[in-house]
């Protein structure tokens, strides 16, 4: 139940997604209610990742405007995607 929530705040950033869930915004709240009915209901149990990639662009809208600092947070994924192809030993 938890993993398909937890395989998108992965792909999608784990900066951006806490930011996201930081958020009290309707775009927020609307967000977190259509990403927790679906991991509640089990529409999906394989390639989250892949098909919840519509739902990214709402995350980042809801997430934006607790940004403060811009280098900070493009940075972060970054470093989060080296650390998952170093820990993961992907060939990429």
């Given amino acids: 139940m938890f993993g ?11 900066p951006i997604a806490w930011l996201a869930l930081q958020a009290s915004s309707p775009a927020a709240v609307a967000i977190g209610a259509v990403i927790a009915v679906s ?5 999906t149990k394989a ?6 990639l519509f739902l990214a662009p709402f ?11 811009h280098r900070g947070l493009a ?9 998952y192809g170093a820990l993961m030993d992907t060939v990429w």
């Fill in 47 to 52: 390639e989250t990742e892949r098909i919840w």
């Fill in 75 to 83: 940075a972060a994924p970054a470093v989060q995607a080296l650390l």
């Fill in 4 to 14: 398909s929530p937890v395989a998108f705040a992965i792909v999608l950033g784990i």
């Fill in 59 to 69: 995350v980042c809208l809801a997430a934006a405007p607790l940004v403060r600092r």
């Fill in 39 to 43: 991991a509640l209901a089990g529409f």
